[in-house]
């Protein structure tokens, strides 16, 4: 068992550009700041940073399985309000964005659009700015008539380019090494979805030795997909000839039944978007054949043959790993100081409306070291 409080202290160590952003808050005295997002370890430099510069926190998650308590338990002693579980209940999570609301925040601070689409339905009262930090997110807002402004973070390119388009796809198959002791050799890999996410799958599937097919139904992304040089297949036929498949769109009952069942003997099933049911787990669950072979993976016995679900197909990478790693994160963590400092700060005075978080914003926080500085050569 690790010790907690000495792998907090290795990941500040290892944050300094963090840090050193966090030194540079504003005083957000009289900021309510509702959070729903990934409470992982790397979290905790952040939400200490914020709550030191005077505001005042909720936490909660917009993933369950993503949770670790010792992260809730250890900002709740630092004075953070929470409600978060790992494993909690849909049920639970909706009460937790509930009590988010009834908190009365000024501020939201987002992955998924959770609690922006709560109070939407419940008329926004006194929510004076908001950030989203995810492409499922930024979808969601782009549906509501929102009236306040929400900055969107995660279009912005060292976003879009370090942790979408390449930390997850390498942090999710070392998670999966790690936790089926496999690798990808003489492994025909399915990447369904060819976005940026899918693309970093892709591409680390194929350089760990994976032989890779694309299944991606937007013809611009299919047509980016082959000239990268990977097999393309309908998702319906790669299925038959696939050993491991992952998930990679957003799109919820994406693996059904019916494709699952299409899967030879012996395939392994993972996800590594943001919601959790691309596959549909609770269809494999009802079979009443799961059984766990080693943690974070369950053996099904349906249609005459066996499946291996990987970290209950939820997000892999942050499930059954530790997710980004700690050198790659500080950058899309200094990014969320600099618009946590905006959302209370400047942007607050714009119109109603989603806006691409500006560069001015981040920028600054991102050139106190010559490395960071090449981001923007």
Known sequence: MIDFERELAWTRLQMPLLAAALERLPDLVGVRLACSMHLDIKMVPLVEGVLRAGANVFLTTCNAMTVRDPVVEHLASRGATAQAAHGMSETAMRDAWDAALDWEPTHLCEMGGDLSVLADERGNAGIVASMEATGTGVERLGRLVLRYPAFNWDDIAVKEGLHNRHMVGICTWQAFFERTRLTLHGKRVLVVGYGLVGRGLADAARAYGGAVTIAERDPARALEAQYAGYHLSEIDDALATTDVVVTATGARGLLSIDRLKRLPGGAIVLNSSH??????????????????????????????????????????????????????????LTVMIGAVAHITGAGASEPPGLYRLPESAYREHLSLTPLQNGLYS
């Not at 799961?290 to 679900?309: C, H, Q, S, W």
């Not at 939820?314 to 980004?324: E, I, K, Q």
Request: proline share 3%; net charge negative; aromatic share 10%.
């Open 275 to 332: 919601v959790n049911d691309e596959i549909d787990v609770a269809s494999l669950r009802a079979t009443g054949t799961g059984r766990e072979m080693i943690p974070f993976v369950e053996e099904f016995t349906f249609a005459g043959k066996r499946l291996y679900l990987f970290a209950g197909g939820a997000m892999a990478n942050l499930t059954a790993g530790n997710g980004d790693s700690l050198n790659a994160f500080e950058i899309p």
